[in-house]
């Protein structure tokens, strides 16, 4: 079963451009979520969808930050423009929809990005 | 609202010797917890959960975790660890009526000396 995928691994900007992260969770999986992950900090969740719908965008900084999830299916992130401080490792993962499982998440390796 | 406490942000420890990992954490409902492990430049593996049943939870490479409800813990520990076991170690709690959505410790780095 392949996994949760995710691109580019890094990026590298410059302030107040704008970037993109793609995420293709694992098939089958009705829920996904984007973390933020800053140097020396544990994930912190920024949006989680439910197939296509918004279930928790409440810490998503929505003057910068924007995320869709087309069909239900992959999903796409975007800072614009960026900031010094979204400087971070963005985790995509996916979970099941019901039962018990639902509450495992599979994480991507993360995408990088650095704002100088 | 939950929160998590990983009391320790370094832990070195000697390759063969055993390991505890401390997670407490806060919540007003019932939850459900997680450990899991982040290698260099790579994403976050579960190690274990505890969702239900029996408090004493085995996970991969050896580890195991104890559900302390009195004490609202979940610390983390192996009784012999290897120089692959170097990596970062996050605990993590999700509630049954917030959607799956996880709360994380702000991780312990786990460095195994030979």
């Known amino acids: 079963e392949a996994g949760v995928a995710q691109s580019p691994r890094y990026k590298i900007i410059e302030k107040r451009q704008s970037v993109a992260f793609w995420c293709n969770p694992i098939?089958?999986?009705?829920?996904l979520y984007w973390y933020q992950q800053i140097l020396g900090q544990g994930p912190k969740l920024l949006i989680q969808?439910?197939?296509?719908?918004?279930?928790?965008d409440s810490q998503l900084p929505k003057d910068r930050f924007s995320a869709e999830r087309l069909k239900g299916v992959d999903s796409t992130l975007k800072i614009q423009p960026a900031k010094l401080e979204d400087s971070a490792v963005y985790l995509c993962?996916?979970?099941?929809?019901?039962?018990?499982?639902?509450?495992?998440?599979?994480f991507g390796p993360g995408t990088r990005l650095t704002v100088t | 609202a939950q929160s998590v406490t990983q009391l320790d942000s370094q832990v070195p420890v000697f390759e063969e010797a055993p390991v505890e990992l401390r997670c407490n954490y806060s919540?007003?409902?019932?939850?459900?917890l997680f450990w899991y492990v982040q290698y260099p430049n790579q994403g976050l593996q579960l190690l274990l959960k505890y969702l239900s049943g029996s408090t004493l939870v085995k996970g991969i490479n050896g580890f195991e975790a104890e559900f302390n409800k009195s004490q609202t813990s979940f610390h983390l520990r192996k009784p012999s660890v290897h120089i692959s076991d170097t990596a970062e170690y996050f605990c993590a709690v999700s509630s049954y009526n917030q959607g799956g959505k996880l709360i994380f410790g702000q991780g312990t780095e786990l460095s195994v000396k030979p």
């Open positions: 969808f439910q197939n296509n719908g918004v279930v928790d």
């Open positions: 993962a996916s979970s099941p929809l019901v039962g018990l499982a639902s509450h495992e998440q599979y």
């Open positions: 919540s007003s409902v019932s939850v459900y």
């Open positions: 098939s089958g999986h009705a829920t």
